[in-house]
């Protein structure tokens, strides 16, 4: 008898639809599963026979073979388990057809029959739910993530017995509803009213944060840049719904939320050791999974101690940081996965950590030979592709011993909320929130110069030699400056702190 139900598994960030075919005959007994299955899925016949033992039903002794389509794409969530069992004892007679026609089982199986929680379930719940599912089948622990996805009935359900007896109509089952705490947000302790002094760099990162600009520090060790970066998502602007089911995706696949979690309401901040490997950084393996990049979606990213991270690994920045999204290729898929973050370095101005340094007991001892090696570690187009390059000095004694109170994060952070807000009134008609994602057509557009300001950029694209992406970037940096200024047009002093956050550091390629 051949009975077919469906399951999910996830490609990329998204859910992906499995159907799942049993045919069961008269023959030598055996129990085969094809469609493209990894080692995990393959071993699931020995968990769905023992758990349907276990479950107190018998099968008879057939010749049983499972398809799982489409069977070029390769499966390997152990969240099949759960279909697996009820599209066998759906072609065992055991439960009706029509009862499992439009619904979607996902759940991993123990020995016991019990259900357990299986990683990307709300990317799957969302699948369903466009391809016109009407329930699906989950386990308990995963309910609150499926319930993050309106216009579907959610079940969770303890193990597969309870399953077999609502779908034979023995008992009645009731959906689930969302736990009383379905948030996963982390308090912040980390506030810009701690750090003293540094009131370049705060200004700095302020316009970073509110045009969604990408910043490189480059100071003497102590300086602060750590502490600095650290706070930068304190001031990122609340996360949209959107935003943040876009996020919940990500972390959902990457198995990053915790048990009975439900939305993220928080902006990410990851900060990878520079040992992170260029996979680590950007996604991969053999069925691609997300990496640092995609984790930071609509994030922070932060990369301390730049030069020490492998030149193949920064060079890989160089495509998401322009497009907002990784392409990871394989013979039976390409993957898209998303990376539109705001990337905040952090590095030494020489090998020694000290040149620069105004102290006289912090002598730079690197000649000027590997101080050139050092800094050219760093790519001049994956430079070009960083907004903000400044330089983060010493902080003064009188500095660190005053009592007066310094500007907390809830206070910049309404400014860059009205600066955002202010942005995404102008870009709304071409999708985009923030003025770093605008194109140079749109720059022509909504970047108005005043007579001045063209004539002062001219003459610092002539003196620095400017490529015509760091024209592009002064100008974005420039309009997001004179969105704090609330100005319509963008005006000299504009242009001027904009070149100035440009070449700060002394880093810059132009």
Request: glycine share 6%.
């Amino acid at each position: 008898m051949f009975a077919r139900t469906h399951g999910g598994t996830t490609l990329g960030v998204d859910g992906l639809v499995i159907d799942v075919e049993v045919d069961s005959s008269a023959g030598l007994p055996g129990f085969d599963l094809v469609g493209l299955a990894n080692t995990a899925v393959r071993e699931s016949k020995e968990r769905v026979r023992t758990a349907i033992r276990n479950s107190r039903i018998n099968l008879q002794q057939k010749k049983v073979t499972v398809n799982l389509a489409p069977a070029g794409i390769r499966k390997d969530s152990a969240g099949l388990d759960l279909p697996i069992a009820i599209a066998l004892l759906a072609a065992y007679g055991i439960i009706p057809a029509e009862r499992i026609e439009r619904s979607l089982f996902a759940s991993e199986l123990s020995l016991e029959g019990d259900c357990r929680a299986v990683q990307g379930i709300l990317p799957i719940t969302i699948t369903a739910r466009e391809q016109g599912y009407s329930s699906i089948f989950v386990a308990c622990d995963n309910a609150n993530e499926a319930l993050l996805v309106d216009g579907i009935t959610v079940y969770g359900i303890q193990n597969l017995h309870e399953a077999i007896a609502f779908l034979t109509g023995k008992t009645s089952l009731s959906p689930s509803v969302p736990n009383p705490t379905p948030s996963v947000q982390t308090v912040s302790t980390d506030d810009f009213a701690d750090v003293q002094g540094q009131f370049q760099a705060k200004r700095a990162l302020e316009i970073a944060a509110a045009g969604g600009h990408n910043v490189l520090m480059v100071g003497v060790p102590g300086s602060g840049k750590t502490m600095l970066a650290r706070r930068v998502s304190s001031i990122l602007p609340p996360l949209t719904r959107e935003e943040a089911l876009d996020i919940t995706k990500i972390y959902s696949i990457a198995g990053l939320l915790p048990q009975n979690g439900g939305l993220v309401q928080t902006r990410p901040f990851r900060s990878p050791h520079h040992t992170a490997s260029t996979t680590a950084m950007i996604g991969g393996g053999s069925v691609p999974r997300p990496g640092e990049v995609t984790l930071a979606h609509h994030g922070v990213l932060f990369l301390d101690e730049l030069p020490e991270f492998s030149k193949s690994t920064l060079e890989v920045l160089r495509q998401p940081l322009e497009d907002k999204k990784i392409c990871i290729s394989r013979i039976n898929a390409s993957i898209v996965f998303p990376s539109d973050i705001m990337l905040v370095c952090a590095m030494n101005p020489c090998p020694c950590g000290f040149y620069g340094d105004e102290s006289p007991k912090n002598e730079c001892i690197c000649s000027p030979n590997e101080i050139r090696r050092y800094t050219r570690k760093i790519s001049g187009p994956l430079l070009d592709r960083i907004d903000i390059h400044i330089r983060i000095p010493h902080v003064a004694y009188k500095d660190l011993v005053s009592t007066k109170n310094a500007e907390s994060s809830a206070v910049i952070a309404k400014r860059v909320e009205a600066a955002r807000a202010i942005q995404q009134d102008r870009l709304a008609p071409c999708s985009i929130s923030c003025n770093a994602q605008m194109n140079h057509a749109m720059l022509k557009r909504f970047c108005p110069l005043s007579k001045d300001a063209q004539s002062m950029l001219e003459m610092a694209f002539h003196r620095f030699h400017l490529s015509a992406r760091s024209y592009d970037r002064i100008i974005k940096v420039a309009r997001t400056i004179s969105d704090l200024d609330t100005q319509m047009e963008i005006l000299p002093r504009h242009i001027a702190e904009a070149i100035q956050l440009r070449h700060d550091a002394g880093l810059s390629d132009l």
